[in-house]
Nanobody, 125 residues
Framework: QVQLVESGGGLVQPGGSLRLSCAAS????????VGWFRQAPGKERDGVSC????????YYADSVKGRFTISRDNASNTVYLQMNSLKPEDTAVYHC??????????????????WGQGTQVTVSS
């Protein structure tokens, strides 16, 4: 049974930082591209970032480029999202995901393989 469990969300002031973690079980993340998407109330889900497993490529939504950094630790089967310079428009539930390929092919199509229940990020003063 595949499980992806996110943690690290919370309430932060604009300009602040958070680091999200995603612990995986029942699946070996080495074999897949991994990433994050977010969904705000009343809005569709948006891809945030993806990291390939076959090379060092990473992908970021234009809205988070230069502020967010994705990383993966295959030894601990964990994915991270470092979020800096947070803005109120970053408020959403953040979900980690696995891509069905090694290259973020499906992520870039908006199709996700497995995803977790999410962690709430609220950016507000």
């Amino acid at each position: 049974q595949v499980q992806l469990v996110e943690s690290g969300g919370g309430l932060v002031q604009p300009g602040g930082s958070l680091r999200l973690s995603c612990a995986a079980s029942g699946i070996t993340l080495d074999y897949y591209a991994v990433g994050w998407f977010r969904q705000a109330p009343g809005k569709e889900r948006d891809g945030v970032s993806c990291a390939s497993s076959s090379d060092s490529r990473t992908y970021y939504a234009d809205s988070v480029k230069g502020r967010f950094t994705i990383s993966r630790d295959n030894a601990s089967n964990t994915v991270y999202l470092q979020m800096n310079s947070l803005k109120p428009e970053d408020t959403a539930v953040y979900h980690c995901l696995t891509d069905g390929s090694t290259t973020c092919y499906y992520y870039n199509r908006g199709e996700y393989h497995y995803w977790g229940q999410g962690t709430q990020v609220t950016v507000s003063s």
